[in-house]
């Protein structure tokens, strides 16, 4: 059931809105003062705002501006002022639409409707997530191939995003060097496991703070390396 919150300091207006609403299967909540209405907004999930323009403490248009800044919730705005300037600042700070009062409660339910549905359908065909690998200030992009180390990118080579990648999605499993090379040059070792030890320590100048005393990749003696969390 979608949940929408009215913000609207006229309560005849607001509980009429509700009646209407909640007859077609919506759950509802109401605010009458424009400071607790942002605070609701911004600290519960609702599925549609619909935003008086004129209230109390702080008006629509900075409710709007505030709610944009962090969500892309629904934002249907309603005032009685019909001046086409105001229109033009409500829309322009990321409403997705501007009632005019008087209005049909009926033309409100179908434009809620029609947002709603709108936003589902965005949300349904939008790209999906980067998959990501976030590790004490280490954060690997997969599907960009892109690390972070503190918020700084640094660049990798092929075979050095990938030995990172396969060490950092195996935390605390220790391989050996001929494991490593099996596993990232893809073919078996044939005495040739020092490139392990050479991309290891390129990786190391990346991302430790100290590649003495390494924090992430652990040497293990006469074993290998593990990735440590």
């Keep these: 059931m979608s949940r929408i919150l009215i913000i609207e300091d006229e309560e005849s207006i607001a509980e009429l ?37 004129m209230l109390p403490g702080v008006d629509g248009f900075e409710i709007c501006k505030r709610v944009r800044e962090e969500k892309n919730t629904p934002i249907i705005m309603v005032s009685a002022k019909k001046d086409d300037i ?6 322009g700070l990321g409403a997705d639409d501007y009632m005019t009062k008087p ?32 590790i004490r200030g280490i954060k690997i992009d997969k599907t960009a191939r892109r690390v972070y180390v503190n918020g700084e990118e640094k660049n990798f080579t092929t075979k050095e995003f990938d030995l990172l990648t396969f060490l950092a999605q195996n935390p605390n499993h220790v391989f050996t060097k001929e494991e490593l090379f099996s596993k990232i040059w893809d073919m078996e070792s044939i005495g040739d496991i020092a490139t392990v030890t050479v991309h290891i320590k390129k990786i190391r100048e990346k991302i430790e703070y100290d590649t003495a005393k390494p924090q992430y990749i652990e040497t293990i003696w006469g074993v290998g390396y593990r990735f440590k969390v």
């Design 17 to 53: 809105e509700k009646d209407y609403l909640e007859l077609s299967g919506f759950e509802v909540e109401m605010e009458n003062q424009g400071d607790t209405g942002l605070n609701r907004a911004l600290t519960e999930e609702f599925d549609l705002l619909i935003l008086d323009l």
């Design 86 to 91: 105001d229109k033009i600042r409500g829309l």
């Design 103 to 134: 209005f049909s409660p009926s033309e409100l339910v179908a434009r809620v409707k029609a947002h709603l549905a709108r936003y589902e359908r965005l949300i349904g065909s939008g790209s999906p997530q980067n998959e990501i690998i976030e």
